[in-house]
């Protein structure tokens, strides 16, 4: 029997029992709604959190300390040495080595503030690295010969909630604790010669709390040549794992360690990943039960068309004919389904979608960790569309018809003739 | 002239066992039928109800394998094929007529009687003319668009024989083709069947347990308890 023909019989003996075959359907519908809402869902889910992560990091940036976080933390500092022999890496585009300074005060005239930490820069480098990051309000990056300047974060900048502490061109008296005991101390004077707008948060600190020094002039107070931390850009972050083993080398074992920002996020992915292929499954089982119904219900439909089937053989019908017959029912019934589940499904995740977002919204959603320069964060999960997962659905709609088809239409293509004939 | 021409045996059966088991017990439907039918032969076999007529109508279709025995068809032992090889015999070789009708319910006439062409894979075209001719063949011309449920059962049986005859098989087996028809209507049948025989030279074998049928064979084999008990020649003798 031709395809057509065969495919024709097929939905005509559907259209016959259309309640039946509506019900039928209808389980496949809910299977592949359920399979594609939870699995657009969590790629939207997925992506909002890998967006929001990633606005705390920069990731093409490797953050070099000394010693270990945790266990064994040696103080130690880092040489210009080290610096130039890690500017000599492959895929290593810029190296940046900064002084933390911290247990400082700031005055200007009357006003006073605090800065979490005062850095010394190397101001050309520090912002070819963290440009997006550190953008001002007023003013710019000073001339790289003039010493005693200074760039101020934006929250340093911002006293008793509205007040500014300083302006463009003000001169800021900066003290410094050059040793706790016995007790010295160091004033400065420094040159503002530029304001910085709000940055956001970033996994390791926030730029906001913080001022920045000439480099010269950090290692021309405490008389050193040393450095805090060692900043270093790599040309492209999906190998930056391999550039920090490559630092990691220069150094004997254990003394330093490095933030390497796509290990977070790759990890934080592999999570996500897992969930959504968690929660896809149990919209697979959805279907699966489908998959039970479509072959309980054929199986019924077998016994009901017994002596049809017996006719059928009687006048020459193969084996195989019948089995086609059957089969094709069933594959009508899995397309169907993902026609109808597919569409139903992302309107489902939509609507969804929008729940939640009122929901986090509620709850006060905008108190995410990180966020990005303009201080905004992506809270809100859109579902994603993927031909992909589609596919996927529709193809795997169709197979489990067909595997739990198989055995009805097997049983009755295999059916005896003759007894299929008296069935009454 | 027709005796002249050799005539060649469409259908050998031999030595055909049949047993069937009903719970425990086994019954021995057919106990060693051998029968010869010649090409274009009309022939009836007759006996009372349970005799295994029915059985030895199945076997013959193919329907059925027997537990012993071989048929042949048109030289070929159908017994020796696989269920694909077997379903194309019945496909082409042979056609069905049952005391029921068993038409599909949810089909027209037509498309009663079109199935084995579809299955058959025959295109359209001549899908459209062999109906025609049959159509007339038969004597249906109207009421052919409708189900099985909208037509008497003389029309109902008439689309059953043309479902039989729409692949021109070698042999049509009909099994009590009258046997839910009134006497009437049933003699129409048989005439029908008679005279497609005589036109087409297709072998005819038709199962009844009524002799007045079965006399309008050309030859009646008797089959009672299983064996053929005799054969004699009918009222129509070749």
Redesign the interface.
């Known amino acids: ?2 395809l057509k ?1 065969t495919i024709a019989m097929a939905w ?2 559907l259209n ?1 029992r259309r309640f039946r075959t509506s019900l039928t359907t209808l389980g496949v519908v809910i299977g592949i709604t359920a399979i594609i809402a939870l699995s657009s869902l969590g790629e939207g889910f997925r992506i909002a959190v890998k967006t929001n992560m990633e606005q705390g990091f920069e990731l093409d940036v490797l953050t070099v300390i000394p010693g270990t976080i945790i266990g064994g933390y040696s103080y130690q500092k880092f040489t210009d040495q080290n610096v130039t022999s890690m500017k000599k890496l492959e895929n290593v585009t810029t190296v940046t080595p900064i002084m933390q300074i911290t247990g400082t005060s700031l005055q200007n005239g009357d006003k006073k503030s605090t800065a979490l930490v005062v850095a010394a820069v190397n101001f050309t480098d520090f912002w070819h690295i963290f440009s997006n990051r550190l953008t001002f309000e007023q003013g710019g990056l000073p001339d790289p010969s003039q010493n005693n300047t200074i760039i101020i974060g934006h929250k340093v900048n911002t006293v008793n909630q509205t007040g500014t502490f300083a302006q463009l061109d003000d001169q800021v008296n900066v003290t410094f604790t050059i040793r706790s005991f016995p007790p010295l101390t160091k004033t400065v004077t420094f040159n503002v010669t530029g304001i910085l707008a709000e940055s956001g948060s970033s996994i390791l600190t926030s730029f906001d709390y913080w001022v920045f020094i000439p480099l010269t002039t950090g290692r021309d107070i405490y008389q050193t040549e040393e450095s805090d931390v060692i900043f270093a850009q790599v040309n492209n972050p999906e190998i930056s794992d391999k550039v920090a083993d490559a630092i990691e080398a220069l150094f004997p074992p254990f003394r330093i360690t490095i933030i390497v920002p796509i290990t977070f996020i790759r990890q934080v992915d592999q999570i996500l990943n897992l969930i959504q292929m968690f929660l896809t499954s149990i919209a697979a089982i959805s279907l699966l039960v489908a998959g039970i119904g479509i072959m309980n219900i054929m199986t019924v439909s077998v016994m009901e068309r017994t ?2 089937i ?12 019948i089995m086609t017959m059957f089969l094709a029912e069933t594959v009508l019934i899995g397309l169907a389904g993902g026609l109808i589940g597919v569409p139903t499904g992302y309107g489902f995740a939509q609507i969804l979608s929008i729940i939640l977002s009122r929901f986090m919204l509620n709850q006060g959603g905008n108190d995410g960790v990180f966020s990005n320069p303009e201080g905004q964060q992506s809270t809100a999960v859109n579902p994603v569309f993927s031909l992909e997962w589609t596919i996927i659905a529709l193809v795997f709609g169709v197979l489990i018809c067909v595997i739990f088809g198989w055995y009805p239409a097997r049983k009755a293509a295999k059916l005896d ?2 007894q299929a ?1 008296r069935y009454e | 002239m027709r005796f002249v021409k050799t005539m060649t045996p469409i259908l050998e059966v031999k030595g055909v066992k049949k047993a069937y088991r009903m719970g425990n017990v086994s019954v021995s439907a057919l106990k060693g039928v051998s029968l010869t039918v010649d090409e274009g032969e009309f022939v009836a076999i007759l006996g009372p109800s349970g005799s295994g007529k029915s059985t030895l109508l199945h076997v013959i279709g193919g329907l059925d394998r027997p537990d012993e025995g071989t048929v042949f068809i048109d030289g070929v032992d159908i017994f020796t094929l696989n269920s694909n090889q077997l379903a194309d015999v019945r496909l082409h070789k042979i056609g069905f007529v049952f005391q029921f009708f068993n038409l599909l319910p949810r089909l027209s006439a037509l498309k009663n009687m079109e199935l084995p062409l579809t299955l058959a894979d025959v295109g359209e075209k001549e899908v459209n003319e062999k109906a025609k001719k049959l159509l007339a063949l038969v004597g249906l011309k109207e009421r052919i668009d409708h189900r099985p449920s909208e037509l008497s059962g003389g029309e109902q049986q008439r689309v059953a024989i043309a479902r039989a005859l729409i692949n021109d098989p070698k042999i049509i087996l009909a099994d009590e083709p009258t046997g839910n028809l009134d006497t009437k209507t049933g003699w129409e049948i048989v005439e029908l069947m008679r005279n497609l025989n005589a036109k087409k030279e297709q072998t005819f074998i038709i199962v009844t347990h009524d002799p007045n049928i079965a006399e309008q064979a050309n030859r009646i084999i008797y089959v009672k308890d299983g064996v053929v008990e005799g054969i004699k020649e009918g009222a129509n003798k070749k």
Do not use: D, S, Y
């Open positions: 029997m031709r023909q005509e003996n016959r002596r049809e017996g006719i059928m053989k009687a006048i020459g019908a193969k084996e195989r004919t003739p003759v004939l």
